[in-house]
């Protein structure tokens, strides 16, 4: 009864509860979205410990815009944040002045220590297997596909968000992202990968 | 390079990520029932993105509770002027 009750209590009433003084649903708010919102900051800046910080600086700015009465964006919370997030990782490879490198290398073994849901040790390892593959995939992608496929899919902006986000056409937009799946196909065949 | 008659791989992936209209929903989903090679495609795309379904991560929850304490300590000060 209290899951489905949870499930229908929207994102902006949510945020309304958590004005009002409760706490609770700050918590309950980031534990619906933190998935999404972490796994498309990784992928952007492939550092565990960088992304965890733009996670929380994110959320900051987020509690911080809301005390204010700020927040303009209502029935788009997720894709707010993801604007923010966003806006995060742009600051922070504008400040050290650098582009993500390019090759996956020696990032893969911070990943160990990431918290997984609990399951026996082999379907742990497949897990982590099929993670780590996926993950792989996704960083051989041109960086502009990379990113249209990361707002889209892990984000959940639209193509328009999208488009308005980066500066490109709406059909710019989606042709990144065909290309970006297409890429994804040709590379998971090159590989002769099962995921 | 149309895979149907008027239907896309862009309008596949319009439609995979639901971002078409009901009427163009019906329209799409029955040219993929109907068109072998509109299908193929929209599989291929459809077993690509199902297997991004499968990288999901999750921040640590000291990261949660940092992100929470910090909430709980702008409302103290805020109440406190």
């Known amino acids: 009864m209290t899951a489905m009750r949870k499930a229908i209590i929207s994102d902006e009433e949510l945020i309304v509860q958590y004005l009002n003084g409760n706490e609770a649903c700050l918590k309950m708010i980031i534990n619906r979205h933190k998935s999404k919102i972490y796994t498309s900051i990784y992928l952007l800046v492939r550092d565990t410990y960088l992304a965890e910080d733009i996670f929380q600086d994110t959320f900051v700015k987020v509690i911080n815009t809301l005390k204010k009465g700020q927040y303009k964006e209502e029935g788009r919370f997720m894709q707010w944040v993801m604007r923010i997030a966003r806006n995060l990782v742009i600051d922070h490879f504008r400040r050290v002045a650098k582009l993500p490198p390019i090759t996956d290398s020696d990032g893969n073994d911070v990943f160990s220590g990431m918290s997984i849901l609990e399951e026996n040790r082999e379907d742990e390892m497949i897990r982590e297997q099929t993670t780590e593959r996926v993950r792989s995939l996704i960083q051989e992608l041109p960086e502009e596909q990379k990113e249209v496929l990361v707002l889209r899919h892990y984000g959940n902006l639209s193509f328009k968000d999208i488009s308005e986000l980066t500066g490109v056409s709406i059909n710019t937009a989606l042709g990144r992202m065909r290309y970006a799946l297409i890429n994804m196909r040709k590379l998971i065949e090159k590989y002769n990968l099962t995921l | ?81």
Do not use: G
């Open chain 2, 1 to 81: 390079m149309p895979m149907h008659e008027s239907y896309t791989e862009d309008d596949l992936v319009r439609f995979i990520y639901n971002e078409v209209s009901q009427k163009e929903y019906r329209e799409i989903k029955s040219a993929i029932e109907s068109d072998t090679e509109l299908s193929n495609a929209y599989l291929s795309l459809y077993k690509v993105v199902k297997q991004l379904d499968m990288l999901a991560m999750e921040p640590q929850s000291s990261t949660v509770e940092i992100i929470v304490e910090h909430s709980q300590h702008s409302s103290h000060l805020e109440t406190s002027i």
